[in-house]
C-alpha cells in the first residue's frame, strides 16, 4: 500500500535493487493529539472513554474531547473510533474531494530508534547516525496520493503512466507538492502537511505496532514492495499487502 517503490526508500534504503525511483508525494500528514482517543484523559484507551463518547452523544453530558474525529460534533463515528482504539484497531479518517475519497491512517506517537537499524540486510551497515526520536500521534496517508486524487485537486495530471488512474503521482516537484497541499486545504478545510522525515519512517516500520520486520510489514519484499525483480512499470496503490500500522 503505501509500501510500493517510495516505500522501498522508507525501509532504511537498503535494496540494492531498486527500481529507478522518480519524485512522488508520499501523502500529507494530519497532526492529531497525542492521546486523542484518551477522552478522559487518564492515559489509557478503555471503557471509560467508550462511556464518555456515549453519554455525550445521548446528550447526558458534554465532553468536548469525545469530538475525537474534530469534525465539530460527537457523533457514532467519533465512538467508532474509540471503541476501535481500545481494541487496538487501525484508525482511519476519510476525505473527499471532488468525488474521489482518500484516507488517513492514525499513528500513535512513540520513541523509535531512527537510521538504518539491524533489521535490513547485513550488506547495509548499521548507520553510526543512529537516534532516538518521540513523535506524538499523527494521521498519514493510507496510499501515496494517487493520480486520480492529484487530479480531483490540481485538475491535471503530470504522470508519464496514465493507465490507472490509482497510480501514484508521478513526476512532481517540492514546490507543486506544496501547491497541491495548499489547494487540498482549501478545498477541505484541514491542515494537511507533508510528513516530516521521522513521521515517514516511524510509519513506514509500523510504529508501535512494528514487529521488527526486514522490510516494512514482512521478511519478504515481494509481498510489501515493487522493486525491478517483480515489476518493471508503475501499479496502482493498495495492490500488495499494508505493514503493521494499516498503511
Known sequence: MLLSVLAMLANYLFMKKLLSVILMLSMAALSAGASVYDVNGDGVVDINDVNRVVNTILGRASWRA?????????????????????????ITRSFTVNGVTFR?????????????????????????????????????????????????VMGSNPSPSTSDPQQPVELV??????????????LTGEHFRLPTEAEWEYAARGGNRSRGCMYA?????????????NTNSTHPVATLQPNEGGC
Open 66 to 90: 469525545a469530538d475525537v474525529n474534530g469534525d465539530g460534533r460527537v457523533s457514532v463515528a467519533d465512538l467508532n473510533a474509540v471503541v476501535n482504539a481500545m481494541l487496538g484497531r487501525n
Open 104 to 152: 488517513m491512517v492514525y499513528v500513535e506517537g512513540g520513541t523509535f530508534t531512527m537510521g538504518t537499524t539491524v533489521e535490513p540486510s547485513s550488506d547495509v551497515g548499521v548507520n553510526a547516525t543512529l537516534h532516538q526520536v518521540t513523535l506524538s500521534s499523527y494521521y498519514i496517508g493510507e496510499t501515496e496520493v494517487t493520480q486520480a486524487l492529484w487530479v480531483a
Open 173 to 186: 516537484s517540492w514546490a507543486r507538492c506544496y501547491d497541491f497541499i495548499s489547494k487540498l486545504n482549501e
Open 217 to 229: 510489514g514482512s521478511n519478504t519484499v515481494g509481498d510489501v514492495a515493487w522493486y525491478d525483480d
